[in-house]
């Protein structure tokens, strides 16, 4: 490229005064990185002490307002004998502390009150007691604090059953509830509640002051992160607590509150933080210090702290600031901006000062170059200005004068160049304006073409994509994927027919049925509930060839249609790969999950009709393997069907009988065996089947237990026992220390809320001097862990007494029997049974005698129908028995005649 003078003049000079201004704002860049990132660890630091400060004094106070209350009760500035009376002291609580907006008492009789701080400065009162008939009232309270207008009404509210109700009890001494839904759903909230005890140390209730999440969030809102810095909470799970964002740290789904996780939060900068840190830690429960990071988003840099936090009342929570780099860098870049603004006022001086040096140089150079290629070009007027009388001045007024010569003669020439120019633009503006209407007319409507069409584009494009959906959707799963109940009818419907057509075609149906699933889904929680699902799914699928499908029918069950086999060996072959696949844990959300199936298998050979049928076949063939042990599978035969379809049939009958209450309770007489005198019944199930009239314990019993229905028999029968105790003292005032004993389930055993059930019936039922004792079977003690070895503690220290039942028959070791606090032990009546005279049949019973009575247990033989049995357990020493020699169980009328006759021939 050929450069000009000037140019040659001007490019070195500027190009020094560039590299010394590139060299100045490169080093003042630098400086200033190294002070934001000093800044940012600075004020990550200080802003972490802000608000672990402003959060310990927002959360102890409400401790604190705890801790007044019960001073105050010990005080005596308060009393609890009208629990109403709180209400003026928590309004001067709330008033006190403005911070706080709500303030309650729950006790242990199901009252409750609050006091409700609105927005206005008014307050409400939400009373629960004998009054309001146990319902939830809501008031609003007058400027004098006396009841004004009733507001809402909630039925059916305990505060005994709440969360924080039950956090206080188990703590025992203050605390914090876990993070729970407000029971009117509108909110989430965690509580500060501290247990009041008596001087005997029973409960008397439970102190509360609760704090939503939204309130936690408003203390982070208050506390300014620069300009636009965010902070949330989150607990070890990742489950967010609080956070500064507009967003709510809950959200709506499926009509309900729920919290949500850190990772799936509507605020971007929460959301994308959480995952950076998770690339940073293995697990948040290894977070013990202060972490800090920064990570790039959407051509954003931002910079992270992370602070543990927790206090010795159960919280432990992870604080986390995200401040923007654009906080710390725009002062900065200001003042950058300003720097560099400098720099190029003093380059363009510089360039400026080079320019003009030049033009004084090169100008007069210029001006006659200019002006030989301005004539060459015909140019015959032009003009140099030089006030010179040097070389240069002197040609330049010859080129002057060559130019006005050939001015004069160009000028005639123009006149008539413009006469013809004139005609032909009048031409040409006419022929211009017709094609422009012609194109705008073209134009219109090509545009006006183009929308219709792209309308009617977007339409067909919408109704084929939701008409896919619909068909997707109508025939799928929407967790996992797979066929539906649904599409899985309509095939083996196609397929019945085609065996009708081809009588050699087979089909098999698989049954499948998850083990284990319902205690982990109650354990992990649905969503990993959810995920298991998923992987089986994908274990499933593998395990099938193309032409097979795999279907779920809804929670842990799925189907296997396996379509042109030969024969049931191919079905079975499937079964036993997928009992071993499914044996292989599963690993989600690092948890490690062992599962196991059980499968029921029926072929078309069995002549279906309906695809309902089959799918109940193999449903039936199904829990016959559980029955066998789960982790297996079986073939329907036509043993099966009948057996198990009079099963399910009864099944559907007890659930029936449990809501229609059909269920009735008789009463079999225990005698002392030293004086013959009553020392109470053992209670008795009996089912009135409508139809089948009466049904035997043994018969509907392993139903109950093996579904799960056992819980609320056993319910029925403790309250129906209780209740008939509460009759017969009533009616018998005087009556001497009696007992009734009622069997206990296992399962019952694994009931959380098993103890406050009975304490609830005591309330309702006293039993006054009578006692109730709990028979728990030999087999159920080998199966007890240390959590339900609590439990039956627990029961003990209600007055409940315990007995080992059908002793002899469990195998249980002996060494276990001392562990637990048994007063009765209960000799099987196969062992009675066998005692034929005074020598014969009894040694067995005399050893379970001897180890009772060492133990310091009472022995009670039960099915004692012949003379020689009962005079024989005289003999040994028996303490109590029963049997139909003595009595057959009697119904409550019958019962309350022999109570009667027993205190008539006592006095």
């Not at 959301?271 to 940073?280: F, M």
């Amino acid at each position: 490229m050929k450069l000009s003078l000037r140019q040659l003049l001007v490019i070195p000079f500027v190009l020094q005064i560039v590299m010394a201004v590139g060299m100045t704002g490169f080093f003042s860049y630098k400086s200033s990185q190294k002070a934001v990132n000093d800044l940012a660890t600075q004020l990550r630091q200080e802003i972490s002490t802000r608000i672990e400060l402003h959060l310990k004094t927002y959360l102890n106070t409400a401790h604190l307002v705890n801790e007044i209350n019960k001073n105050a009760l010990n005080s005596k500035l308060i009393s609890l004998k009208k629990f109403t009376d709180l209400k003026p002291f928590f309004i001067k609580q709330l008033h006190s502390f403005p911070e706080i907006d709500y303030l309650a008492w729950g006790n242990q009789n199901g009252e409750y009150l609050g006091i409700k701080r609105l927005r206005n400065q008014e307050f409400n009162l939400e009373i629960v007691e004998n009054s309001t008939q146990n319902q939830y009232h809501t008031y609003a309270l007058t400027s004098s604090g006396e009841k004004g207008q009733l507001l809402k009404i909630f039925p059916d509210y305990d505060p005994r059953t709440r969360p924080w109700y039950k956090a206080a009890i188990l703590s025992k001494t203050a605390t914090w509830s876990p993070i729970y839904l407000w029971f009117d759903q509108s909110t989430l909230a965690i509580d500060a509640v501290l247990p009041i005890y008596n001087q005997q140390g029973d409960l008397l209730g439970v102190f509360d002051t609760p704090l939503t999440l939204s309130e936690i969030s408003d203390v982070l809102r208050s506390l300014k992160i620069g300009q636009s810095g965010y902070s949330f909470i989150m607990d070890r799970s990742g489950m967010l607590i609080a956070s500064s964002s507009i967003h709510n740290p809950f959200q709506m789904k499926h009509g309900q509150l729920q919290r949500i996780k850190a990772q799936e939060s509507q605020d971007f900068l929460i959301r994308e933080t959480t995952k950076q840190l998770q690339n940073h830690v293995e697990s948040l429960q290894q977070i013990y210090n202060s972490i800090s990071f920064d990570f790039d988003w959407n051509q954003e840099r931002y910079m992270v702290g992370i602070f543990p936090f927790s206090d010795p009342k159960g919280i432990d929570w992870l604080i986390c600031i995200v401040v923007p780099e654009s906080d710390f860098m725009n002062p900065i870049n200001e003042n950058q901006k300003i720097t560099f603004g400098l720099c190029f006022l003093a380059l363009m001086i510089a360039s400026l000062i080079g320019i003009i040096t030049a033009h004084w140089i090169t100008t007069p150079i210029i001006q006659l170059s200019q002006a030989s290629q301005a004539i060459a070009k015909g140019e015959l007027n032009p003009k140099i200005e030089l006030d010179r009388n040097d070389e240069v001045g002197i040609l330049a007024r010859s080129f002057h004068q060559m130019a006005m010569q050939l001015k004069a003669a160009f000028e005639k020439l123009e006149v008539r160049v413009q006469e013809r120019t004139a005609e032909l633009q009048a031409a040409k503006a006419e022929i211009e304006n017709t094609n422009q209407q012609l194109e705008e007319r073209v134009y219109q409507r090509t545009i006006e073409l183009s929308l219709v069409l792209a309308h009617l584009q977007k339409t067909q494009t919408e109704l084929l994509r939701r008409e896919e959906k619909l068909k997707y959707d109508a025939f799928h799963d929407n967790l996992t994927g797979l066929k539906n109940r649904t599409w899985l009818l309509n095939r083996i419907e196609y397929l019945i027919q085609k065996t009708k057509n081809q009588k050699s075609y087979l089909y098999a149906v698989l049954f499948l049925d998850l083990d284990r699933f319902k205690v982990i889904n109650d354990s992990l929680g649905h969503l990993i509930g959810d995920e298991l699902l998923k992987s089986v799914a994908r274990r499933l699928t593998a395990e099938v060839k193309l032409k097979d499908t795999v279907a779920r029918l809804g929670g842990d069950e799925f189907i296997i249609l396996l379509e042109t086999i030969q024969d049931v060996n191919e079905a079975t072959n499937v079964a036993e790969r997928i009992i071993e696949q499914l044996k292989h844990p599963f690993y989600i959300h690092q948890n490690q999950i062992f599962t196991g199936v059980s499968i029921g298998i029926t072929l078309s050979t069995m002549g279906y009709s309906e695809p309902e049928a089959v799918i109940r076949d193999a449903d039936i063939a199904m829990y016959q393997a559980k029955r066998l042990g789960k982790g297996c599978y079986q073939v329907l035969t036509s043993a099966m069907q009948i057996p198990a379809l009079q099963r399910l049939q009864l099944e559907n009958q007890l659930r029936d009988a449990i809501l229609k209450q059909e269920f009735v309770l008789y009463y079999q007489p225990i005698i002392d065996l030293h004086t013959g005198k009553i020392a109470g019944f053992e209670g008795l199930i009996r089912w009135d089947h409508p139809l089948r009239k009466r049904i035997s314990p043994s018969e509907f019993i392993p139903i109950a237990e093996e579904t799960g229905l056992i819980q609320a028999i056993d319910l029925w029968v403790f309250k129906e026992a209780c209740h008939q105790i509460h009759r017969w003292n009533q009616k018998f005032p005087h009556l001497p220390p009696l007992t009734l004993s009622v069997n206990l389930s296992t399962l019952d055993l694994k009931q959380t809320d098993l103890v406050e059930k009975f304490k609830y019936l005591f309330e309702i039922y006293p039993l006054g001097s009578w006692k109730l004792k709990l028979e728990i079977t030999e087999t159920c003690f080998l199966e007890i862990l240390s959590d339900e070895a609590c439990l039956i503690e627990q029961l003990k220290t209600l007055g409940i007494q315990l007995c080992i039942d059908d002793f002899g028959t469990g195998y249980s070791s002996l060494s276990r029997l001392h562990k637990f606090p048994l007063c009765t032990l209960k000799v099987d009546r196969s062992f009675v049974s066998k005692i034929q005279s005074q020598t014969e049949g009894a040694e067995i019973i005399h050893t379970i005698i001897t180890l009772a009575h060492s133990l310091g247990m009472d022995v009670v033989a039960e099915g004692i129908e012949t003379k020689t049995q009962l005079e024989k357990l005289k003999e040994l020493e028996c303490n109590y028995g029963q049997g139909y020699l003595i009595s057959q169980p009697l119904d409550s009328l019958q019962t309350t005649e022999f109570l009667s006759q027993f205190l008539s021939e006592d006095s």
